[in-house]
């Protein structure tokens, strides 16, 4: 098979290097990287090679004419702020091969994004979305029952949000949801899932059940902990079907907690799957014992989408007032979820 030659431009060093790492741990049958981090050295390889594509990233923006004009395909990693997106491709005119792309994302998005512009074979992601075809599912899940899960789950929406139209469904119980995010909800997960079992549901008496946040969609936990209960996985997959065939959503992310019955079989449907831990023996006993269900499951399968995520934070500091989202999001924390996004996505398992 025909490997393809990635160019890969970008003076951040440690950026490239991990970018380059997780290709190969990943695509390495598909996919040849070539780092360059000085625009000297890729304009001067450029006039003998050609690279099926070619990405640019800090110090290499001005770069894409030249590699144009050679007939390689462009993908530009923006810093901007995603709404700042349409007035980088201002200057892109039809015909044209580039593409743009938020820079601090999730590497496996912007593997995607890799594919979708070389016309590659499906990445794993896609194989599990083919089944609600738009739509991607995400999963976060902390086996050690983090309590900066939520946090986590809040500012990852935001941030793909950028780009996606996200919509966040919080299962998990007693998250103090409702009063930290100042939500003025009022309906929830438990009047949506009984319109979605009567069947009785509509496009405008759906979208009363969904709130705004930021850039992202939400809906509201369930109020009553016992109707979390009674949410099965034919729930849920009559919901994602809803969202498939009658919403403009094109991302999911779930929040889920230890009020899901069967969540490895939750877990199943979801491309990605965020777990949030702590350092220290007490924290790996609960994990491994996360891991070994999971194999008695027989859902082993699930290991290679598990991203296991140090969050070194507690909520102890979290204080009341202002915009919670918006003091996450410009936090200690915030900054560190954006780095680990911009950096290798899969810990170790």
């Known amino acids: 098979m025909h490997k393809l030659d990635v160019a890969f431009c970008d003076t951040n060093e440690t950026y490239g290097e991990r970018f380059a790492a997780y290709l190969m741990e990943h695509k390495a049958k598909e996919f040849t990287v070539h780092l360059f981090r000085e625009p000297e050295l890729f304009l001067q390889k450029i006039k003998s090679e ?31 702020m995603p709404k700042q997106l349409a007035e980088d491709n201002t200057y892109l005119q039809p015909g044209k091969k580039r593409t743009v792309i938020f820079k601090y994302q999730p590497m496996e998005m912007i593997l995607h994004e890799i594919m979708a512009v070389t016309g590659g074979k499906k990445t794993g992601k896609e194989i599990f979305t083919d089944r609600f075809g738009k739509l991607e599912i995400i999963g976060v899940y902390s086996p050690i029952r983090h309590e900066m899960q939520m946090p986590f789950s809040m500012v990852l929406s935001s941030i793909l949000a950028k780009q996606r139209r996200v919509l966040y469904i919080n299962l998990m119980q007693s998250t103090g949801f409702l009063k930290l995010f100042d939500s003025q909800a009022e309906y929830d997960m438990g009047d949506l899932v009984l319109r979605l079992r009567k069947g009785i549901i509509e496009s405008g008496q759906f979208l009363r059940n969904v709130y705004e ?16 209960g009674e949410f099965q996985m034919n729930d849920y997959l009559q919901l994602l079907e809803y969202l498939e ?98 950096g290798d996505v899969y810990g170790e398992i």
């Open 50 to 80: 050609k690279y099926d594509l070619v990405i640019l990233g800090s110090g290499f923006l001005e770069l894409g004419e030249q590699a144009e004009l050679l007939e390689m395909a462009i993908l530009i990693l923006s810093e901007n």
């Open 213 to 228: 946040m930021g850039d992202f969609s939400y809906v509201a936990p369930f109020r009553n902990p016992e109707q979390l």
């Open 245 to 342: 065939e009658n919403t403009e959503f094109d991302t999911v992310v779930f929040d889920l907690g230890t009020g899901v019955y069967s969540i490895a079989v939750f877990l199943e449907h979801c491309s990605s799957i965020y777990c949030p831990v702590k350092e220290g023996y007490f924290y790996e006993c609960q994990k491994e014992e996360f891991v070994h269900y999971l194999e008695l499951a027989k859902k082993g399968e699930l290991f290679k989408r598990l991203q296991f995520v140090n969050l070194p934070f507690t909520a102890k500091g979290i204080r009341g007032g202002g915009n919670m989202l918006e003091q996450l999001i410009w936090s200690e924390f915030g900054d560190y979820i954006r780095e680990y996004l911009a």
